[in-house]
């Protein structure tokens, strides 16, 4: 049994159309959408995911900006530049490229972040109105993942998921996305004491550990369909997931690559993001 692959990429082009036909309808109005992206230091993999949604917004016509501070930018500079952002109304989201420099206080400045404006979905209040069941802005790569399960129409209702991860950026809104969907959901770790006997009873399994091949075959259940978030750089260079690809995707019905898969479904539910902020504010504003 080789699995089908669940590519991230034609997924995320396919909805790049209906983006544009949004902008399209936002400029008949006066209004184009605009991303600001805040970044601080000169983290490789954080320039290569800027460089990536610069290019998804020029491809859909939203209006994309960046900023950037050394190394040794001080927090109080970051709140000042977020705070000046809130108040632009040419910009509708607000993209803090994570992770930041251990020294910054990352929540105070995630914080900082107009909830109206969090495209990341990071924002306290955006976060408790997704528990409360009203999700206004859902992180992307869990929105991303919940996506690609629709589009693969695999049945989330009243299927066992396992979610390995427990951060508030993946990993727990994860679990509450797929417990509003009528899955029964149990989340684990890389700590969890017998991480198989969860997996292997998974018929929907979300790798979101950041330990690579941590997930291998042998803990996969037949026909499950397999998601992986981790991104992974070897010593080598390459980049690899959370999930033993070779060996699960022997076992599994559908799977997701690395690179290829969630990361660019990431980038495309903060798009999804930017245009809904825009179209909001448009809808609040007199005379559009």
Not at 8 to 36: D, S, T
């Amino acid at each position: 049994m080789a699995a089908t692959l669940i590519d991230g990429v034609a997924i995320a082009h396919e909805l790049y159309a209906g983006f544009k036909e949004r902008v399209k309808a936002l400029a008949g109005r006066g209004v184009q959408p605009g991303l600001a992206a805040i970044v601080i230091g000169d983290n490789p993999a954080s320039e290569a995911y800027v460089r990536t949604k610069a290019r998804a917004c020029a491809e859909v016509g939203v209006h994309s900006v960046q900023h950037r501070f050394g190394a040794d930018g001080s927090e109080d500079e970051v709140i000042g530049l977020i705070e000046r952002l809130n108040a632009d109304p040419a910009i509708h989201g607000i993209l803090v490229q994570l992770p930041l420099p251990l020294r910054l206080n990352s929540e105070r400045i995630l914080q900082t972040v107009d909830a109206r404006k969090d495209v990341d979905g990071f924002n306290w209040c955006n976060l408790g109105a997704m528990v409360a069941g009203h999700p206004r802005f859902s992180p992307c790569t869990p929105l991303g993942v919940m996506t690609m399960l629709e589009r693969e129409r695999v049945a989330v209702e009243g299927s066992t998921a396992v979610v390995i991860g427990r951060s508030v950026i993946v990993g727990k809104p994860m679990a509450l996305m797929l417990i509003a969907r009528g899955a029964t959901v149990t989340v684990c770790n890389s700590k969890t004491r017998d991480l198989r006997e969860y997996t292997s009873r998974a018929d929907i399994l979300i790798a979101a550990a950041g330990r690579p091949g941590l997930v291998q075959g042998s803990m996969v259940k037949t026909g499950a369909v397999v998601i992986d978030v981790g991104i992974n750089r070897l010593p080598d260079g390459k980049l690899t997931g959370d999930v033993e690809f070779a060996s699960a995707s022997r076992v599994a019905s559908r799977i997701t690559p690395v690179p290829g898969g969630v990361g660019r479904m990431t980038v495309a539910m903060l798009i999804a993001n930017t245009v809904t902020a825009a179209e909001r504010h448009a809808a609040q504003s007199p005379g559009r």
